[in-house]
């Protein structure tokens, strides 16, 4: 059967290949009624599946290598007493016989009872075992689901193959780093998610948003991803994949074209410079920094450090991905943040628990409670500083107190590195992330007390317009039009240029080819994007007439309706 899904384009471009199903095995699981009959058998599988998975960590445990972290030998030692207690291996059987189900769905729903008992655990430690039970679980799962799952494809193929997928987190994502898909598609999914912003780092066509892809869709069925229109084609006919094909060989022909502007400066056709960086997420994204000929890098999100793994990267850890960085920029600028976890960027072993994750304890709040972890963090940074030219950015800063504490915190590192005798650059510049309304409301605030701004637009507009930004059911009500949303970016940028102060953007509207001479209108000069995106903003830049962009920018704030603006930005574009 053919049929298209629309959703929403994280990542351009067109790729046709067949469906390789990914998933994570709690959101697969179905749920079927069996036979009385069938009980006992099922009890068999389900005990069959328990002996597989002690065989898989018995093994694991016999291959543990020697310069292993002793943590290692403990947490499989952990999950196995976890495995052998009777509310894994038993209390499965009597909900498989009570409510008569099959063993996935028993296991999963004993998972569910487990985990609210631990998150009634007082003791902090215990209460975070959590997630260990669940990764007992999901062995468990796999190994009940695991023939009936499709093979792994091998490396040379996968450029042939479109992911599949329910849902990911950004965790899960960032393990695709490592492979070379063709495309992605996921069920849900904002489009300034994280997982979103992974997706579009891999630099395939992607769309997010799908709803039903993932069962609809069987392995193997052949699929054109359209990154372009926010369209994927399931089984396409023969006319369609002609013309498919013919659309993917122009695309991949202006590409080339674009690659050829890597070495030129980017400046208006007034003769306004401007700098386009990149952000990026571990070091092994600079190949592509270098290629996309990004002037430095705008937004290094250090997060994707701490992610699947299970203990937290050490001070020299951290120093050594800083410090390749730094040097491999050869002294252009590298703007390092500071850890911004919470919300939707969970660590492992941190399942989010509270109420309201995106506004909870995030990013600047989570260090400056956890002061320790924070210290090392910069000390790593500021050690990296001495090896190029490192900046600090702080992450959702709100109030004045925050920036005061962080700062004490920085000194605090330079006085301990001091200490040891350790080099640093005593100039690093240290700024915040304008990321809430409140910060770019109280802007003075912030000029006073930084020494440059970079606007976290993703977040800006998920507080604005209060929308989460994960959430794909109201993901058609995040505007970055919204003229609440522009008012506040205008009046970012026009008050530190007032104030000497460098402002760049570094969320995705940094990247939006129909916002590029809008911000450059608002006096926007630094521009920080996926490096995928820099080569077409650098030609939409070289051929933007300032003069007209900061008319219509004027327009467009006085017009206060976002269809109003996108008329005046369809005249502006054209
Ligand atoms: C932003 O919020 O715009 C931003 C750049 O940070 P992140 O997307 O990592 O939250
Ligand atoms: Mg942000």
């Not at 007034?270 to 290629?291: F, K, R, S």
């Not at 976290?456 to 507009?461: A, C, P, Q, R, W």
């Not at 001479?517 to 521009?527: A, I, T």
């Not at 007439?545 to 017009?559: P, T």
Request: charged share 25%; net charge negative; proline share 4%.
């Amino acid at each position: 059967m053919n049929f298209v899904l629309h959703g929403t384009s994280v990542a351009s471009g067109i790729t046709i290949g067949q469906a390789h199903l990914v998933s994570t095995a709690r959101l697969e699981v179905a749920h079927y009624e069996i036979a009385e009959s069938a009980v006992q058998g099922e009890i068999f599988r389900f005990d069959a599946a328990i002996a597989r998975a002690k065989q898989e960590l018995a093994l694991l445990e016999k291959q543990i290598p020697a310069d292993a972290p002793a943590e290692f030998g403990a947490f499989l030692n952990l999950h196995r007493l976890m495995l052998e207690d009777s509310s894994l291996s038993h209390a499965p059987r009597e909900i498989i016989r009570g409510r008569r189900c099959n063993a996935e769905w028993a296991l999963v729903q004993q998972m569910e009872i487990l985990g609210e008992q631990f998150d009634q655990v007082e003791d902090a430690y215990l209460r975070e075992r959590r997630a260990d039970m669940q990764q007992v679980v999901e062995r468990v799962l796999k190994a009940l689901i695991g023939d009936k799952a499709a093979p792994a494809p091998r490396r040379a193929e996968e450029h042939q193959l479109i992911v599949v997928a329910h849902d990911l987190s950004p965790a899960d994502m960032l393990l695709f780093k490592g492979h070379e898909y063709g495309g992605f598609v996921t069920d849900l999914g904002g489009v300034t998610s994280h997982t979103a912003i992974l997706a579009r780092s891999l630099n395939i066509p992607a769309l997010v948003g799908l709803h039903h892809a993932r069962h609809m869709i069987r392995e193997g069925e052949m699929l054109i991803v359209d990154g372009i229109q926010g369209v994927l084609v399931v089984n396409p006919d023969p006319i369609v994949l002609a013309e498919y094909r013919l659309r993917q060989s122009q695309h991949e022909i202006e590409r080339a074209k674009l690659k050829r502007l890597r070495t030129t400066h980017a400046a208006t056709l007034d003769g306004a410079e401007v700098d386009l960086y990149a952000n990026i997420e571990l070091p092994q994204d600079l190949e592509q920094v270098h290629e996309a000929g990004a002037e430095g890098i705008g937004l290094f999100r250090t997060e994707f450090l701490f992610m699947n793994r299970r203990d937290l990267p050490g001070e020299d850890e951290q120093f050594e991905a800083y410090r390749e960085v730094a040097r491999r920029m050869r002294g252009k600028p590298v703007v390092i943040r500071t850890l911004d976890v919470g919300a939707d960027k969970a660590l492992t072993g941190h399942a989010v628990t509270m109420p309201n994750p995106a506004l909870g304890l995030r990013a600047i709040r989570y260090c400056l409670a956890e002061p320790h972890m924070f210290l090392a963090q910069l000390r790593a940074i500021l050690r990296a500083s001495h090896h190029g030219k490192v900046r600090i950015l702080l992450p959702m800063v709100a109030h004045a107190h925050e920036i005061d504490q962080a700062l004490g915190l920085v000194r605090q590192a330079r006085a301990q590195l001091d200490d040891k005798g350790a080099p640093y650059d005593p100039k690093v510049e240290v700024g915040g992330m304008i990321e809430i309304p409140a910060a770019a409301l109280a802007l003075p605030m912030f000029i006073q007390r930084l020494d440059f701004l970079s606007i976290g637009t993703n977040d800006l507009i998920q507080y604005t317009l209060a929308i989460d930004r994960t959430d794909d059911a109201v993901a058609h009500l995040y505007d970055p039009l919204h003229p609440a949303v522009l008012q506040l970016v205008a009046h970012v940028i026009r008050e530190a240029r007032r104030a000497g102060t460098p402002v760049a953007v570094c969320g995705e509207m940094a990247g939006d080819l129909e916002l590029t001479r809008l911000l450059l209108g608002f006096g926007l000069r630094n521009f920080s994007m996926h490096p995928a995106q820099l080569p077409a903003i650098k030609e939409r830049v070289l051929r933007t007439s300032l003069g007209k962009a900061r008319s219509y920018a004027q327009k467009v704030l006085r017009a206060g309706d976002a269809a109003k603006t996108r008329e005046l930005l369809a005249k502006l574009n054209a």
